[in-house]
């Protein structure tokens, strides 16, 4: 199986021996990633409150956030033929620029007037033209940045930090709005996206640019003969997409609606939730510190625990149960995207890496949304307790045909072995 290797565009061997947090390239983006993925953990609560405030109904809240997912799903392979022919660090500060400008406009807007729903909706969109555009440069930049002995290091600390955000985020909008209203936690995302921008912008990567002569669709062709060269990568492609439909939909979906007829309903699954996101911390440590020879079999036992609060949830067990549970399932959620990632920077040339990166997000995650939109009509005509059993039932069995491949039983990392370094 081919997989890039270590050359001009990558980290120099003087870089690659450094402990990560010694490291000023991964620092700067560490410091980028963390700063501007806590100032998005805020804008759920953000724009619920502000929409809500301002007089709209709750049907313009899922207009917004379609808005703003729309484009990512458009252009996501369009993002990753420009993060394979441009320089991603340029792409990537140019979409947080973007970012920050639509985020920094919603801001004032909010602060200083009522504005209409169109423009609420352009400017949703203009930040998913963003998002689209970065995720394949970035997932091109990272085996750059960290060269192949730390791929597993990095996607572990950068799953941890993501974790972390995502239990401060939601409690630091929460407070923003409270004190300051919707347009402060909106301003002070707009302000993480700056400060990433800059982060980015002293980050070092060599760049060779070369001659195309190729068309962007010829570009995709390329792209999608390269993911259709990886069988192990077509399995868990389609796995990643009946995960994000049938198991993240349902438990996102109908815990809560589960839990809204019960006293104290809101704050006992907040607590449930919140456990997802502790387990992602546990997760990412745990990946961090043990060498994984064979990733995507650990990967298929990882997505059957992913079945353990589905179960739980269809069983109306405890809520101690529960938010074990769900912490179960955030350990197992972190070890699926870090050795996921991890081993398709490894096996893609990165050439061709951000094509394929953009691929297989699409695939997998193109159908979350619709899952999302359709878990509450299921459980209402077939009941929760079918819909949260026929997910994990799913998951299970998914798992088991799987493994019925040898690609995926004989896969072997290609990168270096030193993944259980300490950090600094």
Not at 27 to 36: D, E, G, Y
Not at 308 to 325: D, E, F, K, N, Q
């Amino acid at each position: 199986m081919s997989h890039v290797s270590a050359g001009s565009d990558e980290s120099s061997p003087a870089e690659s021996s450094l402990p990560l947090l010694q490291d000023r390239n991964f620092l700067l983006f560490f410091s980028a990633f963390s700063v501007s993925t806590l100032g998005t953990a805020t804008i759920p609560v953000a724009i619920t409150f502000a929409l809500l405030g301002s007089g709209y109904p709750a049907s313009a809240v899922g207009l917004v956030i379609g808005a703003q997912t729309a484009p990512i799903v458009l252009l996501m392979l369009a993002g990753g033929v420009v993060g394979d022919r441009w320089a991603r660090r340029h792409l990537m500060i140019a979409a947080d620029l973007l970012r920050c400008c639509t985020q920094a406009t919603l801001a004032t807007l909010l602060a200083t007037g009522h504005p209409g729903l169109p423009v609420l909706l352009g400017l949703a969109a203009c930040g998913g033209i963003g998002t689209a555009f970065y995720g394949p440069a970035e997932s091109g930049v990272l085996p750059q940045l960290a060269g192949l002995d730390r791929l597993k290091r990095v996607n572990s600390v950068l799953n941890l930090s993501g974790s972390l955000m995502a239990i401060v985020g939601p409690a630091l909008g929460g407070v923003l709005v409270g004190f300051g209203g919707a347009s402060v936690a909106i301003g002070l995302d707009a302000a993480s996206y700056a400060v990433s921008a800059t982060c980015i912008s002293l980050v070092h990567i060599a760049h060779h640019s070369a001659s195309r002569r190729s068309s962007l669709l010829d570009d995709l062709k390329s792209g999608w003969s390269e993911f259709n060269r990886h069988r192990w990568l077509q399995l868990v492609t389609v796995q990643q997409g009946v995960l994000n439909l049938l198991a993240f939909a349902p438990f996102f979906v109908l815990g809560p609606m589960l839990f809204s007829a019960v006293q104290n309903g809101a704050r006992t699954w907040g607590i449930i939730a919140s456990a997802t996101g502790a387990g992602g911390i546990v997760g990412g440590l745990l990946v961090l510190r043990v060498h994984v020879p064979r990733p995507i079999l650990v990967v298929q036992l990882a997505i059957a625990l992913l079945a353990t609060p589905l179960v739980l949830l269809a069983l109306h067990a405890s809520v101690i149960l529960l938010v074990i549970g769900s912490g179960v399932f955030g350990v197992a959620l972190a070890v699926v995207n870090i050795l996921v990632q991890t081993s398709l920077q490894e096996s893609i040339p990165n050439a061709v890496l951000s094509r394929v990166a953009s691929i297989y997000s699409l695939a997998a995650m193109g159908l979350g949304p619709i899952g999302f939109a359709m878990s509450g009509y299921a459980a209402e005509f077939f009941g929760a307790e079918d819909v949260l059993s026929v997910g994990a039932a799913s998951l299970l069995v998914s798992v088991a045909l799987v493994l019925t491949s040898s690609d995926v039983r004989r896969f072997e990392r290609h990168g270096g072995t030193h993944d259980e370094e300490p950090l600094a």
